[in-house]
């Protein structure tokens, strides 16, 4: 079992930055590849970005690239979303998952995370 708690959302006005946190606690978190997702009202969950167990790939959603960056820290059983240059359209609720499939593109898709964190609200203001 892995349990994960994100934090760091809130609101932020647009072009702002915000950097979300998902601490994992449980079996190894090295084991797992991790990802995040996001929901906003009304709209099914979205992928936004995952990374390899190592760190080594990432992958991202067209809609943030070059303004979202992943990242993880194994040694704190952490991987963080860096979140710049915000837009309206990016108030989620966002979301980290654990995957046993360590890497690879199938990473988009939601059912191959094995848990879920609670969620984070991000709010962009126009």
């Known amino acids: 079992q892995v349990q994960l708690v994100e934090s760091g959302g809130g609101l932020v006005q647009a072009g702002g930055s915000l950097r979300l946190s998902c601490a994992a606690s449980?079996?190894?978190?090295?084991?797992?590849?991790m990802g995040w997702f996001r929901q906003a009202p009304g709209k099914e969950r979205e992928f936004v970005t995952a990374?390899?167990?190592?760190?080594?790939?990432?992958y991202y959603t067209d809609s943030v690239k070059g303004r979202f960056t992943i990242s993880r820290d194994n040694a704190r059983n952490t991987v963080y979303l860096q979140m710049n240059s915000l837009k309206p359209e990016d108030t989620a609720v966002y979301y980290c998952?654990?995957?046993?499939?360590?890497?690879?593109?199938?990473?988009?898709?939601?059912?191959?995370?094995?848990?879920w964190g609670q969620g984070t609200q991000v709010t962009v203001s126009s």
């Open positions: 998952a654990a995957s046993a499939v360590v890497t690879g593109i199938s990473l988009i898709q939601p059912r191959v995370y094995n848990y």
């Open positions: 449980g079996r190894t978190f090295s084991n797992y590849a």
């Open positions: 990374i390899s167990w190592s760190g080594g790939v990432t």
